[in-house]
DNA sequence: TTTTTTTACGAAAACGATTGCGGGGACACC
DNA sequence: GGTGTCCCCGCAATCGTTTTCGTAAAAAAA
């Protein structure tokens, strides 16, 4: 099967002009005449003429489209960026094409690559899980690719990057916990070669010590593959229950660990928040239904991702190369529930 | 800012070959003796030569790539089918576009013209909820773009379908709620426009015949925007709240629909299951952890996604016209959880 | 009338890759 | 030595568009 399109050949042959004049006269340049403006104007249009974006583009150089990776777009965090992203694109008539690494770092690779050889004109990335080195961006990068991070980044490369306040929302969510009382506050969070995982991590340790706790690294679970593997949080869980002292309290950080961990303390039957308490890091629109309602530290997903988007955009069509990069830090909100309220109990 | 990539001239300038002996080396053609072949793939190999996707597109006619349309990968019903599709699409060694229309007609027609002009090869759509007319597809697909619909249905385009057993699904769900001894079913469903709300809306209707009860159309509530606006979603439960006889179970016709419905229950206070009985169309990964976990009509969304991909590209790589057409029905499952067993009230 | 300027268009070369065809060179055979 | 056969490789056209440059004809200035 074939899609036959109609060209500027076809206008030109019918109209006994030249490619050269039709191409000139539908975008409308001075060197050619009204009248033959017009006609070629009218023919266009009653013959539905669309410019050939793939000769365009080859022609031109750039596709008008811009490339995301991101681990997973089930998942809520991600499909609001996401949403972010295509409202600045489509108002800027850029075409947005979306890749899973699905925490793979092979996969991440060979996406990043795939990208760039189909020509997007810059890149919107937020890492895999697995991603330890970032060799394979560094040289799209080194070759002219214009890349901005977000979520999880890297300051090996140096660009634009966007992230949440990753360390406050931590700290907040870990001293609202210290707060309700409790005293076992453990931490279940991704890989620690991650940027988000490192801030957030951070964040906890200090509400702990600014509280006057000890930080007892047996409370601190990594779960490399950020969650995506529920054996992987089912076995953190489990690790953490059967400490000598049980913790009263899990700080979750990412949005799958934190569903994870609630539906498996569910079905252990541990009563939460009276024998642990919960919050996690997520933007899932249906926390406030969960059981019980979910504690949670929310980041501002949909601007991140209209941020993300407007630097990346401002990064491919600067004329001059760019070298002050800049690193946006947006405010996350801490969003009370039921799950980390202890008075009821 | 420019991606300056290497190209087949590059290589034949420094290895004093002509560009089309390049060209026959690289793809292994026997017209190219065995020594030249071999230094032309080991300097590809080293300058990491890929050729430039764009440039064979335009010269081959096609592009490798398939856009898809939805109404919002922020559902996981339709994130799940995403990510089916790109399963099947990346082994094919295919690039997949997804854009949303967010139930907008307009953005629907939007997307498709977008997405045909910027050469896709072939089009996988679940239709939005303002969708009546089909024509923009219609348009495009005489013009020989391969089209496969799923989930949300037309037949007035002679091409694939994939859809889940609405009718039975509704009709397994309804019973259920039967059983469970509820006598004022009410449904909540999607814009009476799309087929997936006559398909389910069916098999609703003939479970309540089948007990011998009554169709009391005060009981059925449209929302023509598919509950992305939450306000609809309130008023029609409003409306049935405010029903003489009010409703003892309710049936939510998609994802969105059902979570907000739950989530407006809660804050209405009003006991499920014992005062309301809910079950819903979903997919979400957390219904088991909803208050109470949700009894939903699951969607085989992954296999509906892959099955879709397969279909559209059987027709892409077809040599000759295809006319014969298949409508696909996949089988659904109900998981029955909290929010429909009466018996613990 | 001659020269200059302006107007309005066409020819052709790109962009990067593919492909049919033609031809030069080496070799063997009669 | 002439002819035929392979084997390798290059020329040139092609996909649809953009853009530079050249040039006719018409208009304006001399």
């Known amino acids: 099967m074939k899609f036959e399109a109609i060209t500027i050949?076809?206008?030109?042959?019918?109209?006994?002009?030249?490619?050269?004049?039709?191409s000139k006269a539908l975008r409308g340049s001075h060197e050619i005449g009204e009248e033959t403006k017009q006609a070629v104007l009218k023919y266009a249009q009653?013959?539905?003429?669309?410019?050939?974006?793939?000769?365009?583009?080859l022609k031109k150089g750039h596709s008008r489209s811009i490339g995301v990776i991101v681990c997973n777009i089930d998942n809520n965090f991600f499909s609001q960026v996401i949403n972010g992203i295509e409202s600045i694109a489509q108002s800027k008539d850029y075409n947005v094409i979306i890749t899973q690494s699905r925490e793979s770092y092979e996969k991440e690779i060979s996406n990043s690559e795939h990208l760039s050889s189909r020509s997007v004109d810059g890149l919107i990335i937020s890492l895999s899980a697995e991603t330890k080195n970032v060799?394979?961006?560094?040289?799209?990068?080194?070759?002219?690719?214009?890349?901005?991070f977000f979520d999880r980044v890297t300051d090996e490369i140096p660009t634009h990057r966007i992230i949440a306040n990753n360390y406050k929302g931590a700290?907040?969510?870990?001293r609202h916990l210290i707060e309700q009382g409790c005293r076992k506050i453990a931490h279940i969070t991704s890989s620690d070669s991650l940027s988000i995982t490192a801030e957030r991590l951070e964040g906890y340790k200090q509400a702990l010590l600014d509280a006057g706790h000890s930080i007892d690294e047996r409370y601190i679970k990594f779960c490399l593959h950020g969650g995506m593997?529920?054996?992987?949080?089912?076995?953190?869980l489990a690790e953490l229950l059967q400490l000598p002292e049980r913790p009263d309290a899990i700080f979750t950080a990412s949005d799958r660990l934190s569903t994870t961990t609630l539906s498996q303390l569910h079905t252990m039957r541990i009563p939460i928040p009276c024998e642990i308490a919960?919050?996690?890091?997520?933007?899932?629109i249906s926390a406030d239904i969960f059981n019980p309602s979910l504690t949670s530290?929310?980041?501002?997903?949909?601007?991140?991702?209209?941020?993300?988007?407007?630097?990346?955009?401002?990064?491919?069509?600067?004329?001059?190369?760019?070298?002050?990069?800049?690193?946006r830090i947006l405010e996350t909100h801490l969003q009370i529930r039921d799950s980390s309220q202890k008075r009821s109990c």
Chains 1, 2 share one sequence.
């Open 9 to 22: 050949k076809d206008i030109a042959r019918a109209l006994h002009l030249s490619v050269s004049t039709v």
């Open 46 to 57: 009653e013959h539905n003429y669309k410019p050939n974006p793939i000769a365009q583009s």
């Open 135 to 148: 060799d394979h961006l560094k040289r799209l990068h080194e070759k002219g690719l214009p890349i901005v």
């Open 171 to 174: 700290y907040e969510a870990t």
């Open 229 to 236: 593997i529920r054996e992987e949080t089912y076995q953190a």
């Open 278 to 284: 919960l919050v996690g890091f997520t933007n899932s």
């Open 297 to 327: 530290v929310v980041q501002p997903a949909l601007e991140m991702g209209q941020q993300a988007t407007e630097m990346l955009l401002s990064l491919i069509e600067s004329r001059r190369p760019v070298t002050q990069f800049e690193k």
